[in-house]
């Protein structure tokens, strides 16, 4: 929160975004190596989308609907 506000520090949503799927990419090289035997995972997105899920929420973000 900023002292003269109370509101919450802005968050650079696309540095945010894009660190998670920087991340997201090297894990999941790693898995189509090492758990697919180097076979092109079809799946990929929902496999992105459970890792980022679970980093961010580590990181302490979640989703919030705008109200």
Same mark, same amino acid.
């Given at each position: ?10 968050? %650079? ?5 894009? %660190?998670?799927?920087? *991340?997201?990419? %090297? ?7 090492? %758990? ?6 079809? *799946? ?5 989308? *459970? ?15 705008? *109200?």
């Amino acid at each position: 929160m900023t002292a003269a506000t109370n509101e919450p520090e802005a968050v %650079d949503t696309i540095a945010v975004i894009l %660190d998670h799927l920087r *991340q997201a990419a %090297d894990a999941h090289g790693i898995h189509e190596k090492e %758990d697919l035997g180097g076979v092109y995972d079809e *799946q990929w997105p929902e496999w992105y989308a *459970q890792h980022m899920a679970e980093t961010l929420r580590a990181a302490g973000y979640r989703l919030e609907r705008a *109200q």
